[in-house]
């Protein structure tokens, strides 16, 4: 399956890395952290690790580390302006709770 992002996600990171200047792509992964166990890592990626797996969405090379993708496999990344928020949403099929704030998640 992989790692995909929405269209609204990638025009942001190609903005983004092109105000960079540099760059190969985004990296995902996740991190034991919170109250539920799990949690998001999201970087811009200037360089491709030996474990990493990649994938291209919307012409953005998104990079996954062997250990991370069992529990982003599916997962869309999607980038949303609700009021005066904005920031990226995890579409992850995989989580089947999340702590109250937001913060972390569980598979």
């Keep these: ?10 025009k942001h990171v190609q903005n983004f890395m092109a105000k960079r200047g540099k760059g190969v792509g985004l990296r995902l992964g996740v991190r034991t952290s919170g109250c ?22 919307h012409g953005v090379t998104l990079l996954v580390d062997q250990q991370s993708l069992p529990y982003l ?17 995890f579409n992850n099929p995989n989580v089947k709770d ?5 913060e972390s998640f569980k598979v």
């Design 1 to 10: 399956m992989g790692v995909t992002l929405t269209e609204n996600a990638a």
């Design 36 to 57: 539920s166990g799990m949690a998001y890592k999201l970087e811009f990626a200037d360089e491709v690790a030996d474990d990493e797996l990649e994938f291209t969405s």
């Design 73 to 89: 496999d599916g997962m869309e990344l999607d980038y949303t302006r609700e009021g005066l928020n904005e920031g990226f949403k």
């Design 98 to 102: 999340t702590c109250g704030c937001g």
